[in-house]
């Protein structure tokens, strides 16, 4: 049980017998390998193939969801993101995934639930690099979104797929790691929605006086 909260960062039920709740326990015991190791020649292939589809990419765009937050793995985003020069959305289960401030933060997609400009940037992506994202119906915004899963590479701590590709037991954290030290291409930013300039125009707009 606490292995398995280890091992996906998720809540779990703890139930005790009656009879054990006054009994000693056992306070240097170590859980086995919480994580596991990812296979190498499947790791291998998947990382492979991910570079393969970033670098031919025209508009690629990281949506990063809960997942980067409970495994810890915020700096890792921003090496893959400041690396390549990639864009990256949050979901709303992931927002302050990344700082607001920073000059490749796209903003919250929900799909038709978020701001137009967020959704037509990430849904015209040719790929879409979702990081630890759940399809739920709260991050899908009630089901609106539109992500092609022919455009998308798709990793969290349960699956990995690039494309109808599903590669096995790979780690996601090993999958983030291995990204971050691949040769990607550093590519020229093209304009895209800055939330920061929106929240400026809606300050100077509240400023201005009344007529």
């Known amino acids: ?12 039920y703890i139930e005790l017998p009656r009879d054990r709740v006054l009994v000693r326990g056992n306070p240097h015991h170590r859980t086995e390998e919480v994580y ?12 492979s193939e991910a570079l393969e589809v970033i670098n031919r990419a025209r508009q690629p765009v990281i949506l990063a969801d809960v997942e980067i937050h409970r495994f810890g793995l915020q700096d890792l985003l921003l090496r893959l993101a400041e690396k390549a020069n990639i864009p ?3 979901t709303v289960l992931g927002k302050s995934v990344m700082a607001e401030q920073h000059p490749l933060y ?7 639930m978020g701001r137009e400009d967020v959704r037509r940037y990430v849904e015209r992506s040719d790929c879409v690099i979702l990081l630890g994202a ?41 999958f983030l790691r291995g990204l971050v030290r691949s040769p990607l291409r550093r590519r020229r930013l093209e304009p895209f ?11 100077a707009n509240s400023r201005r006086p009344s007529r």
Do not use: W
């Open 36 to 47: 596991g190791r990812s296979d190498v020649r499947g790791l291998r292939a998947a990382l």
């Open 88 to 90: 990256v959305a949050a």
């Open 1 to 12: 049980m606490l292995h398995t909260a280890l091992r996906f960062k998720r809540p779990v």
């Open 134 to 174: 759940f399809m739920t119906d709260i991050n899908l915004g009630v089901y609106t979104a539109r992500l092609d899963p022919a455009r998308s590479i798709y990793a969290t701590s349960e699956k990995l797929s690039i494309g109808y590709h599903n590669y096995e037991d790979v780690q996601f954290t090993d």
């Open 193 to 203: 929605p800055d939330p920061q300039s929106r929240r400026r125009s809606r300050c």
């Open 106 to 112: 796209l903003g919250v997609y929900e799909g038709a």
